[in-house]
């Protein structure tokens, strides 16, 4: 069976670089007039060529956002239930060679974390652990995932590389999307980037998506971690991959995510730090190429680059965000997994939407099965 790495090989990184580099005006301005792009539209949409016209990329994306999206913004928050870690990322706070007061939640202190969250009305929540499979195991997300399920239209992972087997394991829980960061598409700095842990493993990692939805995820979740490597080879990769799942799998949704490294625990300096205009290139070269698929910006981003990129493309965003394991419901000083640097609360987000002319939603979806 094919897989998105067979794909991927077919665009090497000196070929992407080669198109991107003889990217012509007019080729930016032909693509901005499809109403479908193909890779290599997607491609000249990142490359120099399109700088100069971001304002009319921008116009482009604003259109495409309120013909599939309206003027609705989806809102969400993580839970963080423990922060034990066997990797050694060297961009990552949780980081196992980083010497932080680690917290793993009970059951019972996940669920009383959850019930602060689902007191703000939020719908949608994000379960995120560290990799630790010991500690937490499938079997203990799985045990979470059904004790909040019921609190909740919608529950979700961020969690590390599962098997097919283990996806249908934690749908069959109450869990229907995950979100699985790359953080980069390139092998050799994927290598470097990892030099220990079960995250290493490059390939099982690139794949996860595609076993989550054979293993019935209604809804996957990709991203680059931007900066890390230059920006139009992962750009290009992430909106690829996403390309390739909605062909692959067309009964499941595929959104995106558009994360910059942020200040964290420990020691990593940037090599390819994203300026504000490449990032609004991104976004709006994203919507341009997959027009039906959700952007989610989190609160890395400042409340006013969040503010600006919803007309242009982004539909969920964060809100009451912690990325810390506990403290709102339970006592606890643990650093975070990353700064955020939008601190706004679910009332002062969807204050601020309104502001915009754009309307909150707290719940979009209804699990139809109750969890096993």
């Not at 969690?159 to 980069?184: H, I, K, P, W």
């Not at 994203?274 to 981003?301: H, M």
Request: charged share 20%; glycine share 6%; aromatic share 10%.
């Amino acid at each position: 069976m094919a897989t998105f790495q067979d794909t991927l090989a077919q665009w090497p990184r000196e070929r992407r670089a080669e198109i991107a580099a003889r990217a012509t005006e007019a080729q930016v301005l032909a693509a901005l007039e499809k109403e479908s792009l193909r890779p290599e539209d997607f491609l000249v949409l990142l490359s120099p060529a399109a700088e100069p016209h971001l304002e009319r990329m921008a116009q482009r994306a604003h259109a495409l956002t309120l013909r599939y999206f309206g003027r609705a913004v989806n809102l969400f928050t993580p839970l963080y239930v423990s922060d034990y870690c066997t990797n050694q990322c060297r961009y990552c706070g949780f980081n196992a060679n980083n010497h932080l007061h680690r917290r793993h939640l009970s059951v019972d202190e996940a669920e009383a974390e959850a019930r602060v969250i689902a007191s703000m009305g939020l719908q949608h929540i994000l379960l995120l652990t560290g990799d630790a499979r010991q500690i937490s195991s499938p079997e203990y997300i799985a045990d979470v995932a059904r004790r909040i399920k019921p609190l909740f239209a919608s529950v979700g992972v961020e969690v590390y590389s599962m098997t097919e087997e283990e996806y249908a394991f934690l749908v069959r829980a109450g869990v229907d999307n995950m979100t699985m960061f790359q953080e980069t598409y390139n092998p050799d700095l994927y290598d470097w980037l990892h030099p220990a842990g079960p995250k290493r493993d490059y390939a099982f990692r690139l794949n996860a998506p595609e076993r989550a939805a054979r293993g019935g995820m209604r809804s996957l979740g990709l991203g680059a971690l931007l900066g890390l490597d230059e920006f139009i080879q992962d750009a290009f990769a992430t909106g690829l991959h996403a390309w390739w799942l909605l062909r692959t799998f067309p009964g499941v949704d595929v959104g995106l995510s558009i994360p910059r490294i942020c200040p964290h625990e420990g020691q990593f300096d940037v090599p390819h730090a994203l300026g504000d205009r490449q990032f609004v290139q991104y976004v709006t070269a994203l919507r341009c190429f997959l027009p039906r698929s959700p952007i989610t910006c989190s609160s890395r981003e400042s409340a006013f680059m969040r503010n600006h990129l919803v007309p242009l493309g982004v539909t969920r965003v964060s809100a009451g965000v912690s990325t810390a394991v506990g403290g709102r419901a339970t006592d606890g000083d643990e650093v975070g997994q990353f700064e955020i640097t939008d601190h706004r609360s679910v009332e002062e987000m969807t204050a601020a939407l309104a502001s915009i002319g754009y309307q909150a939603v707290l719940k979009d979806w209804e699990d139809p099965a109750p969890a096993a």
